[in-house]
């Protein structure tokens, strides 16, 4: 029962520099999300996706490129990465309303 | 827009005793859920509770119960006789949209006293 997963879990990276963090949920579940949990702070959204092929943006997008070719794979990628993109990322899904929404464990992202 | 309001940023309880963590909520959507999180010091976000805006009954999970004022908009989460493993920031959240994303607080820090 893998549920949901994220990877890399830790990471280091330069400003500048191109990151994607992935995710990878069992459940075929059709609504997956990220979010973003700055130290001392509750989660933001950065996107969203309802079903394979469709993605929006969230509450802070700026900076960051999701896809969605399959159900089960929400990469995030930060094209450039900067220092005010260190934060902890987690990713999440649901299978629609009324319904448990559950979290991947999340990845540390620090930049430098 | 959603927005979650947790006054507390933190609390103490004894353990063994029970301790209400306080969320109120402003939507303008008809239909939304709330939920509360449990965030240990490990990181990781365990699910505790949900409450549908149509649910009738108050939402129960084993020592966790979700006390649902909808007229007032408030959401309190209650924990009945506190653990040590209960030591944990818990967050609520309310969901809506069509896509279901979740709206956070900024989250009570609570600690249980031996």
């Given at each position: 029962d893998a549920g949901i997963t994220q990877s890399p879990r830790y990471k280091i990276t330069e400003t500048g520099r191109q990151v994607t963090l992935m995710c990878h949920q069992t459940?075929?579940?059709?609504y997956m999300f990220w979010y973003r949990q700055d130290l001392g702070h509750g989660l933001r959204l950065i996107y969203y996706s309802a079903a394979a092929d469709i993605t929006d943006k969230g509450e802070v997008p700026d900076g960051y490129v999701v896809s969605r070719s399959k159900t089960e794979n929400f990469p995030l990628t930060l094209e450039s990465a900067t220092r005010s993109q260190t934060s902890v990322y987690f990713c999440a899904s649901t299978s629609g309303y009324g319904n448990t929404i559950y979290f991947g464990e999340g990845s540390w992202l620090t930049v430098v | 827009a959603q927005k979650i309001t947790q006054t507390q940023p933190g609390m103490f309880v004894q353990e063994k005793e029970a301790v209400t963590l306080d969320c109120t909520y402003d939507t303008s959507d008809p239909s939304y859920g709330l939920f509360w999180y449990k965030q240990p010091s490990s990181g990781e976000m365990i699910f505790l509770i949900y409450q549908g805006s149509y649910d009738q009954q108050n939402a129960t999970e084993g020592r966790y119960s979700l006390n649902f004022q909808k007229a007032r908009k408030s959401a309190n989460l209650v924990i009945s006789?506190?653990?040590?493993?209960?030591?944990a920031m818990y967050f609520c959240a309310i969901e809506s949209g069509s896509a279901r994303q979740l709206t956070f607080g900024s989250g009570t820090q609570l600690t249980v006293l031996p």
């Open positions: 459940w075929s579940h059709s | 006789a506190s653990q040590l493993g209960d030591s």
